[in-house]
């Protein structure tokens, strides 16, 4: 399952994050990498998400939610 199918409110946790180069980089960096767990908060335009990553939140679009693989715990 992908980030972008995860409905609001749920928990999950990154098990691969297919995202190569400078954002792939950044975006380890902002903590979404294997094992972290995550939870959408909202739902944006065109299947954004804004995700809770400990008391930390990132936006993500969608082509980027999609290369986020997640399990559920």
Known sequence: ?????LPVGLDAVVARVD?????????AELG???GARVRPT???AAGARVVAL????????RATCDRVQITLP
């Open 54 to 61: 400990g008391a930390d939140r990132i936006a993500l679009d």
């Open 19 to 27: 995202v190569d180069g400078p954002l792939g980089a950044r975006l």
């Open 32 to 34: 979404l990498r294997p």
């Open 42 to 44: 909202h739902a944006a």
């Open 1 to 5: 399952m992908n980030l972008a199918l």
